[in-house]
């Protein structure tokens, strides 16, 4: 009742009482004359009466309007903050949730209601109080700021905050909990990813370290490695009429000059600058890889290749073919090596059916990769092995060279089934081919002074 509307029927109530209090005054005076009195005192208390009831009425009423609008208050100020309202028995089941529940939550009430923590999977990771209360309900605490999650199907958990008190009668018996509760799903999931920026600037961290100190070694190898090259140079041309000797010479100057390419390849690498890339066949430097790879494979260890023997022309620098190629095979050697001591490698070598361009695999019988870690393989320090085994560093090599030439790497594997990598590269077009040959041909000249 509005406060005008109080105005108009008090005076109508006591009007209406004073008419009816006339009426029975007119109706007992003239049938008995002598109980005026008492009948006007029996008026008087019906009057005094109906106000007090009218007072009460509208008492009532107010109180009525203030606590639903005190309630309203106390809805509105929780939806504004993205809190929702909740309530549980003595025996911890839901049974009350604010109107802004579903919309706060995207969750439906009635999941929720006549249900325990326990029965919603609240996660394993249940607060430490909560715990007690299940096991100990006879001394229930308040609690503050803790942290639920529960698990969805086909989405991410669902994860809240919640502050509670606990609710007791008179005598001090337990009701249960009433409190506030908010999603952070949100916020954690940011936090996440957060902490997996940092771990990636951290690893960026690392590989930097990294890379001054190797760039430092690669520096002092390339140094020392030039008297080498050149006091076996000077030897061939001294024992020219010597085979063997001449030979075995030439094999030590290959490998020498091979380590001089790795070695500039990571300096080039290391300094960010562009590598000396030209049109070759893919054929050259994959049948070197194997000439090295043969001669360095563990025993029990067999590798067999597969190349098609139709010319590949690539845009490529030699040293990062073969830094491809070995580091899949070495990959492979130790996937192998996990679970047995025997094992066949297969290197292919073939034009791609559906792509203009070619393919490089590398496919192992050994364990095999699990599903969820293909997408994690190519990432810098990541992998399954020991530490003194693998260092995380080869399949990023191979994943970062292959985007620098243009391809792409994937891998094809089930567990005890081995796997596959296959690196594609692009086909050289006609005008790059003509492009890069009179530098390739200037380069074999200066390697062959």
Same mark, same amino acid.
């Given at each position: ?71 309203? *208050? ?23 949730? &604010? ?26 990771? @249940?607060?430490?109080?909560? $715990? ?8 229930? !605490? ?30 001090? !018996? ?7 509760? +908010? ?50 140079? &000077?030897?061939?041309? *001294?024992?020219?009429? *010597? ?36 049109? %070759?066949?893919? +054929? ?10 043969? =001669? ?5 260890? !067999? ?8 010319? @590949? ?5 030699? /040293? =990062?073919?073969?830094?491809?190629? #070995? ?6 050697? $130790? ?33 095999? /990769? ?5 997408? +994690? %393989? ?7 092995? &020991? ?20 391809? !792409? ?10 796997? +596959? ?6 086909? #050289?077009? #006609? ?9 390739? &041909?200037?380069?074999?000249? $200066? $390697?062959?002074?």
């Amino acid at each position: 009742m509005t406060r005008w509307q109080a105005r108009i029927w008090l005076p109508l109530v006591i009007a209406l009482t004073g008419l009816g209090a006339g009426a029975l005054y007119a109706v007992h005076f003239a049938a008995a004359p002598d109980d005026l009195s008492r009948l006007i005192a029996g008026e008087a208390i019906l009057i005094v009466a109906f106000g007090l009831l009218l007072a009460l009425a509208m008492r009532h009423d107010r109180l009525r309007r203030r606590l639903a609008a005190s309630e309203q *208050r106390l809805h509105d100020v929780a939806a504004a903050s993205g809190n929702w309202l909740w309530e549980t028995g003595p025996d911890l089941r839901f049974t009350y949730l &604010s109107a802004n529940f579903g919309e706060a939550t995207g969750q439906d009430p009635a999941r929720v209601l006549g249900r325990n923590g326990a029965e919603l999977h609240f996660g394993r990771d @249940m607060p430490e109080h909560w $715990q007690r209360q299940l096991t100990d309900p006879a001394n229930p !605490r308040p609690f503050r700021d803790h942290i639920f999650t529960v698990p969805l199907p086909s989405r991410e958990p669902f994860v809240f905050r919640a502050c509670g008190v606990p609710l007791f009668d008179a005598e001090r !018996r337990f009701l249960g909990y009433r409190g506030i509760a +908010k999603d952070i799903t949100a916020l954690v999931l940011a936090e996440r990813d957060t902490r997996r920026l940092e771990a990636d600037l951290y690893r960026a961290q690392r590989m930097e370290a990294l890379g001054v100190f190797a760039g430092g070694v690669a520096h002092d190898v390339n140094n020392a490695l030039s008297p080498i090259l050149t006091v076996i140079r &000077s030897m061939m041309r *001294r024992l020219e009429d *010597r085979p063997r000797e001449h030979e075995s010479l030439a094999l030590a100057f290959e490998a020498a000059q091979r380590c001089r390419d790795l070695v500039s390849g990571l300096l080039a690498l290391i300094r960010r600058e562009q590598a000396a890339d030209r049109a %070759i066949d893919l +054929k050259g430097p994959v049948a070197d890889a194997i000439s090295v790879l043969r =001669k360095s494979l563990p025993r029990g260890i !067999r590798l067999i290749t597969e190349i098609e023997p139709v010319p @590949m022309p690539v845009i490529s620098a030699p /040293i =990062k073919i073969l830094q491809i190629v #070995a580091n899949l095979v070495d990959n492979a050697i $130790q996937a192998i090596g996990e679970t047995a001591a025997t094992g066949e490698i297969t290197l292919r070598l073939a034009a791609a059916a559906d792509l203009d361009g070619y393919l490089i695999e590398v496919i192992d019988d050994g364990p095999g /990769i699990p599903a969820g870690l293909h997408g +994690k %393989i190519f990432e810098p320090f990541f992998t399954t092995r &020991s530490a003194e085994v693998g260092r995380g560093l080869g399949l990023t090599t191979v994943h970062s060279l292959a985007r620098g030439l243009g391809g !792409r790497v994937s891998v094809v594997s089930r567990p005890e089934h081995g796997a +596959k990598f296959i690196v594609f590269l692009p086909r #050289a077009t #006609a005008d790059a081919m003509e492009a890069n040959l009179a530098d390739a &041909s200037n380069s074999e000249q $200066q $390697q062959q002074s």
